[in-house]
């Protein structure tokens, strides 16, 4: 008989989880601007607190807090908003953070290359871009045109991201000259992968955006960390104005007798455009459930590529894609006629073609694209 040598006991682990990157919420963003700091950062940063952020550059970080360092504000309002109130909350893990320096929108060239080496993290699914309130409105065009581009080619291979952006102080009126402008120049900037957000607390609706859920709408949920009254008091007309202008801003929603401040409708610059002309996608909710599906897909598809010598290989691959769609159907997420198929490319064995037919919940139709894995 063996002998027991170790008596009964309960044995605990205690770990510590974030919130995984599956669309529910907890989207991690890159901040992308100039500090005012003398030199750019080599790297892009990695922040998991904003005590982290407020360290010397030597000491990777971005501080310390100074007046002309206008994207520690914005980063302390993130974290501020992400700041979980009850357990069941959903939290952020980290942010990055790609320090431009003195860097002013004279040329796109740092813009763009913090861009595609932001590619190297994997986990990045948003982007915020700064801009100074001294850069000039068509050169801040010229760098939004610029990664305007480049989000589509993410898009196109499978990564898909949204944009966002302000610029430091700028009035309602001001913002409004980026999407309302001559027809040639805003033109190129309504787009349904960028948004605008209004500059005060533009890390709070940054925040606010990347907690919500991918299907539902970021203005469905009051902010954590705003009182009523602390956003600019506005008329309805103004608001509207807003709005139609394609800028997202905060306020309070009075039902009753509570105040809740709230995101007033998360809008892309595409919803700028003229109604006849305004794409299905230029509400933020109906863009962020799309790329759902798209990075959904990819995870369904990617591995199944080795499969590629079997005969059933494609049949497979439908199938998989076709539970995926019904699934997401099933729990309300996508409509009837949501689908995403299949295409072999004949002359191209390591390349496969994914045609999405979207249907997102409150969308008015059917929304088309190909990816490429």
Request: charged fraction near 30%; include cysteine; proline fraction near 5%.
């Amino acid at each position: 008989m063996a002998m027991i040598n170790e008596t009964p006991k309960i044995k605990v682990h205690k770990g510590e989880s974030d919130s995984l990157q599956n669309g529910e919420g907890g989207e991690v963003p890159i901040f992308i601007g100039a500090t005012s700091n003398e030199s750019p950062s080599t790297d892009i940063l990695e922040f998991k607190n904003y005590k982290e952020a407020t360290k010397t550059p030597t000491n990777k970080g971005i501080g310390p807090e100074a007046t002309a360092n206008y994207m520690l504000p914005i980063i302390k309002d993130f974290f501020e908003e992400t700041m979980k109130v009850t357990s069941d909350d959903i939290g952020i893990p980290h942010i990055f953070v790609k320090d431009l320096g003195a860097a002013t929108a004279a040329t796109a060239a740092p813009w763009i290359n913090a861009k595609k080496d932001s590619r190297k993290k994997l986990d990045i699914q948003v982007e915020a871009y700064v801009f100074k309130s001294t850069d000039a409105l068509d050169k801040i065009i010229d760098v939004l045109t610029s990664i305007a581009e480049s989000l589509k080619e993410d898009t196109l291979k499978g990564r898909p991201r949204i944009a966002y952006f302000t610029v430091q102080g700028w009035t309602d009126a001001q913002l409004k000259t980026l999407t309302q402008g001559t027809e040639e120049v805003t033109k190129k900037i309504r787009d349904i992968d960028i948004g605008l957000i209004e500059y005060d607390k533009f890390g709070k609706h940054l925040a606010r955006i990347c907690l919500t859920p991918y299907y539902d709408e970021p203005g469905f949920y009051p902010f954590r960390s705003v009182s009523e009254g602390e956003f600019k008091e506005r008329t309805d007309v103004e608001e509207d104005d807003l709005q139609l202008n394609g800028i997202i801003f905060g306020h309070d929603e009075k039902p009753g007798k509570i105040a809740y401040p709230k995101i007033n409708y998360a809008v892309s610059t595409a919803y700028a455009n003229p109604e006849e002309e305004r794409p299905k996608l230029s509400l933020i909710h109906e863009n962020r459930n799309v790329n759902q599906l798209i990075r959904d897909s990819m995870e369904v598809v990617y591995p199944q590529l080795k499969r590629r010598e079997t005969e059933t290989f494609i049949e497979e691959v439908q199938a998989d894609l076709d539970e995926l769609c019904s699934e997401k159907i099933r729990l309300g997420y996508m409509k009837e006629g949501t689908r995403v198929t299949a295409v072999e490319y004949k002359d191209s064995p390591s390349k496969l073609k994914l045609k999405v037919k979207a249907n997102p919940v409150n969308s008015t139709g059917i929304i088309e694209l190909e990816v490429y894995v």
